[in-house]
């Protein structure tokens, strides 16, 4: 975890040291420090970072909003310290999809275990969506078998069974998936309609 590569924004210079120094003290020594957050844009597309962790004194919606889509906040961990916010701001920041959200919490001892946290937090919730991603595909892949096995049915006058033999037996000669096979079925029947 100490080879990442880090984006820091921090306006304020004396933050950024003690940032600077909690990173480094906790392994983390590929830190990139910006000092305002219209530079993050060119500093994410030029250093393409695996964690960026802003801090901010008061952000309002439009300025969290932007900061999570410049920073891709569904790419890789992003968190952000505040020193004041409120549940509006709280619900703004899970809907931008940070990984952390610390209220007046900068403080040099709690930076590493935040970040830890907020790596482990976007791991997990990326799992989670290329899971839910994964069953949609199965979900519509099946469908499309289905839909391709009534076909044949329809077609051949032949059972459900032998709808599915045919496709798995044409997938088999073609090296082609099933869901290949039943895909281009469906297209040509949708064509010749």
Same mark, same amino acid.
């Given at each position: 975890?100490?080879?990442? /590569? ?25 830190? /990139? ?45 992003? %968190? ?19 990984? %952390? ?25 990326? /799992? ?59 297209? %040509? ?5």
């Amino acid at each position: 975890m100490s080879d990442l /590569k880090i984006i820091v924004v921090e306006p304020d210079p004396d933050r950024a040291r003690d940032i600077i120094d909690a990173l480094m003290d906790g392994g983390w020594s590929d830190v /990139k420090m910006i000092g305002a957050a219209s530079q993050l844009d060119r500093a994410v597309q030029s250093e393409n970072p695996d964690i960026i962790l802003i801090g901010l004194a008061n952000p309002d919606r439009d300025t969290l909003e932007h900061l999570s889509l410049v920073s891709d906040a569904k790419a890789r961990p992003v %968190a952000m310290f505040v020193d004041y916010s409120d549940e509006g701001m709280t619900q703004a920041a899970i809907a931008a999809g940070l990984s %952390a959200y610390v209220v007046n919490g900068l403080q040099k001892d709690r930076i590493k275990p935040v970040l830890e946290t907020a790596i482990a937090r976007f791991r997990m919730l990326s /799992k989670m969506q290329s899971e839910l991603n994964a069953a949609k595909q199965a979900l519509q892949d099946r469908k499309t078998i289905d839909r391709a096995k009534g076909l044949l049915m329809q077609a051949r006058s032949i059972s459900e069974d032998e709808a599915y033999v045919l496709l798995r037996k044409t997938a088999m000669d073609q090296g082609r998936k099933v869901v290949e096979v039943a895909t281009a079925l469906v297209t %040509a029947a949708d064509l010749l309609r």
